[in-house]
């Protein structure tokens, strides 16, 4: 999510298409915007953002158009993360479109047409996660969202393919995508939401496709069907 709340602090951290990021104060309503500046190789990268997340040590990433930034929330500076085709473990591609924490302190990024990628404090090198034809793999380049489960499986939608079950101590994936003939199947492959319940069962929004519901305990996936009083249209963004 571009909208983050940090309830410790009384924060909110606001990413936006254009303007930048702000960050809001809930106890006197201050607001401090945070720009690109060319001139300053310190600033954000972007003023186009994606997708933020706080890290382990509470530092606040930011996924951009450009590049991936690490805010130093002390001095106001980013670290940035870009590709470099000639660099061992550097990102795989500068638009992030997603970012989140997993329960090992191990960061996932979801990329634009670069797959994902993981980061582990302990090995400082960005692991890349892409299509392998032929091979069980992720199935798209295109990483929309990602949720963890409370066993650690990770979910991961994607652009063109659907849904994808990762386990990571397995390092295999599970694919459910959209079938005309399956009225059981994902309503639609350009998956843009995912949301976890209490009871650790999955919702699954979609582009075209509307609302799905995954089953942990028939580990089942079907559409919800909602008229259209209760829902404009089967777009699903959040």
Known sequence: SSLLHDSKNGIVWAGTEGKGLFRVNLTDW?????THDKQRSSSISSNFIRSSCFDEQQRLWIGTFVGLNILNEVDGTFQSFFHDGSEVGSISQNSIRSIFLDGQG?????TYFGGLNYYHPLKTLFQHIRPKPGVNSLNDNVVSCMRVGRDGEIWIG????????????????QHFVHRETDDRSLGGNNVKALYIDNKNNLFVGTHGGGLGYFNRASRSLSPIALSDDEMANNNVYA
Do not use: E, V
């Open 30 to 34: 201050s607001i401090r915007q945070f």
């Open 106 to 110: 191990g960061m996932w990024l979801g």
């Open 158 to 173: 994607t652009n063109d393919n659907g849904l994808n079950l990762y386990d990571p101590a397995s390092g295999t994936f």
